[in-house]
């Protein structure tokens, strides 16, 4: 069966919410999934950095390689093992590692190319987002979209425990896992205070994180 093609601002999302979680001192930064380079420019434009990006998408990666100092283009997986050894003071992949086969795999990978004290920094989509959980509960309905947590083409789903998890068990000490881009709901809020804060988390559309390389 066609996948239909995703949606026609999916690769130009600049993802300014994020820039807070890079370090300022990082200079030789690798993102995964760089879509059209518009995160990585606004990156190199806030401070003086060489960017490198990997992504699948033919069209974004060539247009991510105008703004970028080198691009690949392919499967994420399949173009690692290309990348220098111990090269990259920080790793980026938002909304990655959700698209991936194995991203247990890639997160064990990715450890080979990073410099001592790099940092992976990245998002992914919170399962637990109250609209979905309102819909999957209340409308006994999980429906994928073209973009989203239910994005038709995510692999793997997650919560704030199950990637803290996740990330332990790739060999990376978690620095900060935090939710952002709140649901507006008014029910959500409620739901959040009748629970005595047993909800809280599921307010936020993602969580961003930080995290170091666990030592061996």
Not at 180 to 201: E, F, Q, V, Y
Request: with cysteine; proline share 7%; glycine share 6%.
């Amino acid at each position: 069966m066609n996948t239909p093609p995703p949606p026609a601002d999916y690769f130009s999302h600049a993802r300014p919410e994020m820039l807070r979680f890079v370090p300022t001192d990082r200079s030789r930064v690798l993102e995964l999934g760089c879509a059209s380079g518009a995160f990585g420019g606004a990156l190199k434009h806030r401070q003086p950095a060489e960017v490198w990006g990997v992504e699948p998408d033919a069209e974004a990666a060539r247009s991510a390689a105008a703004r970028l100092d080198r691009v690949f283009h392919g499967r994420l997986e399949a173009r690692l093992d290309e990348l220098p050894t111990r090269h990259f003071d920080c790793v980026v992949c938002n909304d990655v590692l959700e698209h991936l086969d194995d991203p247990d795999a890639t997160l064990r990978a990715l450890t080979r190319v990073m410099a001592p004290n790099a940092v992976l920094v990245g998002s992914v989509p919170n399962v637990r987002y109250f609209p979905v959980l309102l819909d999957l509960l209340w409308n006994a309905d999980w429906r994928y979209a073209e973009d989203g947590v239910l994005d038709r083409t995510h692999r793997r789903f997650f919560t704030h425990k199950s990637f803290a998890r996740t990330l332990a068990e790739a060999g990376y000490a978690p620095q900060q896992i935090v939710g952002i881009n709140p649901t507006a709901s008014i029910k959500a809020r409620l739901a959040c205070m009748l629970s005595l804060g047993k909800l809280d988390d599921c307010r936020y559309l993602q969580f961003a994180f930080v995290a170091t390389v666990r030592p061996a």
